[in-house]
C-alpha cells in the first residue's frame, strides 16, 4: 500500500488544506484511502489549474 503522502500528488498548494487532507486520510480505513485520495487529487489539480488560468487573465478577458 502507498504511504499517504504519495497518494495525495499533486498537492494542495495550500499547507493548512494539505495537512487537513493528510489528516483526513490518517483517519479512514486503509481500504478506503485509495479512493478519497483519488477525490482529492482531482480537487487538487482542478484547484491549481483555476489558480493558474486566473493569474494568466488579462484585461479582454474580463470583459468577455
Do not use: F, W
Not at 503522502?5 to 493528510?22: A, G, T, Y
Amino acid at each position: 500500500m502507498m504511504s499517504i503522502d504519495d497518494l495525495l500528488i499533486p498537492r494542495h498548494p495550500l499547507l493548512r488544506l494539505l495537512e487537513q487532507q493528510v489528516d483526513s486520510l490518517h483517519r479512514l480505513p486503509e481500504k478506503e484511502r485509495a479512493e478519497q485520495a483519488q477525490l482529492l487529487r482531482m480537487g487538487n489539480a482542478a484547484y491549481c489549474y483555476h489558480h493558474l488560468a486566473e493569474s494568466r487573465l488579462t484585461k479582454a478577458d474580463s470583459q468577455l
